[in-house]
């Protein structure tokens, strides 16, 4: 079958033919229905070098967003039909330490021990035709459009995970999010905002067309540049956003949203450009908070998979043939997409 597959550091990954795998016990073979391409990805095989954080050695086919439908079960396997359509979960923790337990392996405590992250992060993922996941791992889509849905395993869990945790920020009349980076994560960030809350979301991103998507998806937009800070505080009656949410995680972004807060703000720094910023007691809103968050549980991609069959998700998603899966990683990288670009193989 073929696979991408990321062979070695800053080097774009390979479209190879490789055996299909076989699955193990407690595993299930998924024939591929679409495989999201995340910009954590190019992070991965292109801006990473050797031995820095975030950085996973090379030798294993990419794709953590996937969905499909169940092709194979592996021994001990019981409770799967051939040809339904699932979704598949990416963290792989060791499945039983206390944050496993709740679903979250995510922060597995024992993650220092296990050979991988997760599905495309470390262990073979689903930008290819069949994927092995192991059985605890696969969220049931049922007659939902699988093609579409598989963005939600990672562009929509992420920004739900850091939505859910700021739900206390943004509850009650008069309230405001921001949303920096309108990719694939920051559009379905403020569908997830749209429908959870009643705040009013405010979106920026360099790209005209993305914010045009993201007023379509119900944000007001404000452009970048000077004066950035003064327009989001403005449409904010002066007080500042309750909860921020950076897609991009760059030095300027970070400060855009940590000057753009209100008290007791909380900013969400959800893209890994590695940004460094400062903090003092007198420039910084009482009470205000700033965190990193890393997906979600599995528990919660239930709940994207639930919004999104009642239509509050809808994610926008560019196809490519198994053909065309390194142009759409090119794309991606030039910043060329329109919506997440999904390979059907
Ligand atoms: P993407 O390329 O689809 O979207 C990024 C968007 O940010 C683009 O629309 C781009 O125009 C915009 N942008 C870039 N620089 C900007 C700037 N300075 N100001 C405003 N907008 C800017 O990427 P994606 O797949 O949506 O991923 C977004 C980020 O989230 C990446 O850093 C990715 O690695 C990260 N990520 C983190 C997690 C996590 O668990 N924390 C999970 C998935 C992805
Ligand atoms: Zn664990």
Known sequence: MRAVVFTQYETSPELKEVERPVPGPGEVLLKVAGSGACHSDVALYKEFTEGAPGSIPPGFTLGHEAS????????????????????????IGCGHCKACSRG??????????????????????GMAEYEVVPARNLVPLGDADPVDAAPLADAGLTPYHAVKHSLPNLAGGGRYALVIGLGGLGQIAVQILTALTGATVIATDMKEDAMRRAEANGAVTVPGGEGQVAAIRELTGGRGVDAAFDFVGATPTIKTAQASMAQGGRLTVVGIANGVTEWSFFT??????ITNTYWGTIEDLHEVVAMYRAGQIRPEVERFAMDDALEAYRKLEAGELCGRAVVVP
């Open 68 to 91: 499909g439908w169940v092709e194979e079960v592996g021994p001990g396997v019981q409770g799967f039909t051939k040809g339904d359509a699932y979704l598949a979960y990416g963290p």
């Open 104 to 125: 979250q392996d995510t922060y597995c405590e024992n993650a220092a021990t296990m050979p991988y992250l997760g599905l495309g992060l470390g262990r073979d993922g």
């Open 284 to 289: 910084t809103p009482y009470e205000s908070t």
